[in-house]
């Protein structure tokens, strides 16, 4: 999954570059409510890489081996890196909504953790109508499912099974040309199941493309 990311990557942005004119119109609609988007409309679409540090720990997908320290596997402080990708829309100028990829890897020695998965992703912006830098400044949830295993040369590999998966993160994209923005972002990460639990932080650089600027 972490390979296909990036390949994922260039074939959207290749893609939704040919939706730029079509989308730019929604920015001059109000909707009925006398209000035009200055910041955000229409389709979205964003692309992450980053840093991530953290600890992962977890047993096989066996009940019998639940719990069971001969069997458990814990990347202690470990270190790697996460990206993503993801396609939406702005409801309004501070409010966007969309789906995406993400993919996580960290090791520790001898001893890594690789995972996927499904998101929702949500992103708002509450404080755009102070203006200036504020207008690119947000918090922002993911909220899905994924799968995690952890690996190593000692031991049998521990299966996360289907894994539920929330973060949350602030991001800034200050840096703008032609339809994109770019700038960084910080986010926690919890994945969890029965058989294993993952907890990050993430240091991300972020590409948005918005079409209906």
């Known amino acids: ?11 959207g942005l290749g893609s939704i570059t040919s939706l730029a004119h079509a989308e730019s119109a929604d920015a001059t609609w109000d909707g009925g409510y006398n209000q035009v988007a200055k910041r955000r409309s229409g389709f979205l679409a964003g692309i ?4 991530a540090a953290g600890n992962a720990y977890g047993y096989p997908n066996e009940l019998a081996k639940l719990g069971d320290p001969r069997y458990e596997r814990n990347t202690a402080g470990a270190f790697g890196g996460v990206n993503r990708l993801w396609f939406g829309g702005a409801l309004t100028d501070y409010l966007v909504f969309g789906v995406g990829l993400v993919g996580l890897r960290m090791s ?4 890594q953790a690789t995972g996927s998965a499904f998101v ?3 992103e708002g912006y509450p404080l755009f109508y102070r ?5 690119d400044l947000s918090l922002f949830g993911d909220f899905g499912a994924g799968s995690m ?9 521990a299966d996360g099974g289907l894994m539920s998966v929330l973060g949350f993160g602030v991001g800034y994209e200050p840096l703008r040309f032609w339809k994109f ?12 199941s029965q058989t294993m639990t993952m ?7 972020r590409l948005t493309f918005v079409g209906g600027q």
């Open 1 to 11: 999954m972490n390979r296909l990311l990036p390949l994922c990557a260039l074939l």
């Open 131 to 135: 203006g200036g830098a504020f207008r």
């Open 48 to 51: 992450g890489l980053g840093f």
């Open 181 to 192: 923005s770019f700038g960084p972002a910080v986010e926690y990460w919890h994945w969890w």
């Open 120 to 122: 929702f992703h949500v």
């Open 108 to 111: 520790h020695d001898q001893t």
């Open 199 to 205: 907890n990050s932080v993430a240091v991300e650089a």
């Open 149 to 157: 295993k952890i690996t190593g040369h000692d031991r049998q590999e």
